[in-house]
């Protein structure tokens, strides 16, 4: 059974910075994409930043050259480091992850999904 939990979330001053992370257990294919998704109150979803399993990302505009994502193999973790944020960056920030297709990441639609991490941007 795959369980995508987060963490990292909290509120903070615009300009500040932040980590997310997502655990993925159960999930253990050598194949895969993975995703960071955002939704704001009120907002559709959106693609945040992607990485497939050979290391490729991608990122939305909004977010290009503040934020960085990334994993750690041996501890099955997902990253997001926020930097330069932003009150518009204020959403809940939630993972997911598909082993069916590990190329074209950003067009996906993923099957596992987490719960999600709360942050809040203050001006």
């Known amino acids: 059974q795959v369980q995508l939990v987060e963490s990292g979330g909290g509120s903070v001053q615009a300009g500040g910075s932040l980590r997310l992370s997502c655990v993925a257990s159960g999930f253990t294919y050598s194949r895969y994409c993975m995703a960071w998704f955002r939704q704001a109150p009120g907002a559709e979803r959106e693609r945040v930043a992607t990485i497939a399993s050979g290391g490729i990302t991608t990122y939305a505009d909004s977010v290009k050259g503040r934020f960085t994502i990334s994993k750690d193999n041996a501890k099955n973790t997902l990253y997001l480091q926020m930097n330069s944020l932003k009150p518009e960056d204020t959403a809940l920030y939630s993972c997911?992850?598909?082993?069916?297709?590990?190329?074209?990441?950003?067009?996906?639609?993923?099957?596992?999904w987490g719960q999600g991490t709360q942050v809040t941007v203050s001006s």
């Open positions: 997911a992850a598909d082993a069916r297709r590990w190329y074209s990441c950003s067009t996906l639609n993923y099957n596992y």
